[in-house]
């Protein structure tokens, strides 16, 4: 049950520092990219064509991040720009889950992070 309330308040937090908005990720900085939501309260003008979204930054290393679906990759793709729910990892960095549990055809991602690609460390 506490999960659920640090979930939403951290959901609430994310959505009050929603700014700039934007069709694609070039109306944003280098370092965002243009997020849709779909569950938002703008909904409606969806319906009529007139998708919004809002630059967000993208994921730094050590953030929590949306890896494959296995399946539902469609929710997640670019669509005209615009990414679905939230960014990807920045640039040199990949979404990697810690592990990974397949039952009857779903596959689980579990605490997938942004982390720095290989190759891509100092030595």
């Known amino acids: 049950m506490k999960v659920v309330f ?31 939501d779909p569950f938002s309260k703008r909904f409606l003008g969806d319906l009529w064509g007139e998708e919004k979204g809002f630059c967000e930054g993208r994921k730094m290393e050590g ?10 990759d469609e ?16 640039s040199g960095l990949e979404c990697v889950p810690e592990d990974i549990h397949t039952d009857d055809g779903l596959v689980v991602h579990m605490n997938p992070r942004c982390t720095a690609t290989e190759g891509s460390g100092d030595f």
């Open 6 to 36: 640090v979930a939403l308040a951290l959901i609430a937090v994310a959505y009050g520092q929603r700014a700039q908005p934007c069709k694609t990720s070039a109306d944003c900085k280098p370092e965002e990219c243009c997020v849709h």
């Open 75 to 90: 929710l997640w793709k670019v669509k005209d720009g615009m990414h679905s729910f939230s960014c990807p990892c920045a």
């Open 63 to 72: 953030d929590f991040c949306s890896a494959s679906m296995g399946g539902m």
